[in-house]
């Protein structure tokens, strides 16, 4: 089947916005499957550094990438069956995940990898670049962010919540260097498409910011059934 018929909704955005949260609940809603397509640049960090790679070498980076050995099954993230579900979510993984992301050859070697993810009925994913580059034809962009004290607040609470340690002047600080570094890159930087619609979800609860996609979706159908 032409895959392009099949329906996405890209939601990009900056680090601890609330992008996985919210494309999990409409996911869940619709029964679409779900992309975390940042999983995959942390799990090429988490690979990166069990092999103690040198990630100045672009190269070396690339073929890790395109060999990785990872599935996912329900909650859980497998790398060469081990459950790494929390063990790529320190941040130390997403400060290395978002420097190996500026090379142009990880970002090729994962691009397929993701596409991949576009099976009937549909797929909602979030990211940095989804409705930019990997899923262009995207019928729904959103470019979901909040302030950066609050997204530091909720990646402090988040991170705590795992039992992992977490320092809120230090995650604010990491959080506004990933931003500046995910954002300023040559090659699929994070921004706000004219095509994608901004979600500033500061001040909105979690079941807010859902309702606000599912009705963006709603009314995209009712227009293109028009
Ligand atoms: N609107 C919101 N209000 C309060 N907490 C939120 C909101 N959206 C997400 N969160 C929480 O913030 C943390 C980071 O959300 P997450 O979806 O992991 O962000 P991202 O995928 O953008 O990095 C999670 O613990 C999540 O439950
Ligand atoms: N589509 C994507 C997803 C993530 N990345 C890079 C940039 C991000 O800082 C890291 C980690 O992404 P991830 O979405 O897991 O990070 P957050 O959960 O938003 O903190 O990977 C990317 O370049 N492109």
């Excluded at 320190?90 to 993810?117: D, H, K, M, N, W």
């Excluded at 809120?168 to 506004?176: V, Y």
């Excluded at 609860?205 to 009705?215: F, G, M, P, W, Y």
Aim: proline letters at 3%; a neutral charge.
């Amino acid at each position: 089947m032409n895959t392009n018929k099949i329906p996405v909704i890209a939601i990009d955005g900056p680090s601890a916005s609330g992008k996985g949260t919210v494309a999990q609940l409409v996911a869940r809603k619709l029964g679409f499957h779900y992309l975390d397509s940042g999983a995959l640049y942390r799990l090429v960090a988490l690979k990166t550094m069990q092999l103690n790679t040198d990630t100045q070498n672009p190269i070396a980076v690339a073929e890790i990438a395109i060999h990785l050995n990872v599935f996912f099954k329900d909650e859980h993230i497998y790398l060469d069956d081990t459950i790494v579900t929390n063990a790529i979510r320190t941040e130390q993984c997403g400060i290395v995940a978002s420097q190996l992301a500026a090379y142009p050859q990880v970002r090729a070697a994962l691009t397929e990898r993701q596409r991949a993810f576009r099976q009937l009925p549909g797929l909602v994913t979030d990211g940095r670049d989804m409705g930019s580059v990997i899923f262009p034809d995207a019928v729904l962009k959103i470019y979901l962010t909040a302030s950066a004290e609050v997204r530091a607040q909720r990646r402090y609470k988040q991170l705590i919540e795992k039992g992992m340690n977490a320092n809120i002047a230090d995650l604010l600080q990491d959080i506004q260097k990933r931003d500046e570094r995910d954002s300023s890159r040559s090659i699929a930087p994070l921004q706000q498409g004219v095509d994608a619609k901004l979600l500033d979800t500061t001040s909105l609860t979690i079941s807010q910011a859902q309702d606000a996609v599912l009705s963006w979706y709603n009314d995209m159908l009712a227009r293109t059934r028009v």
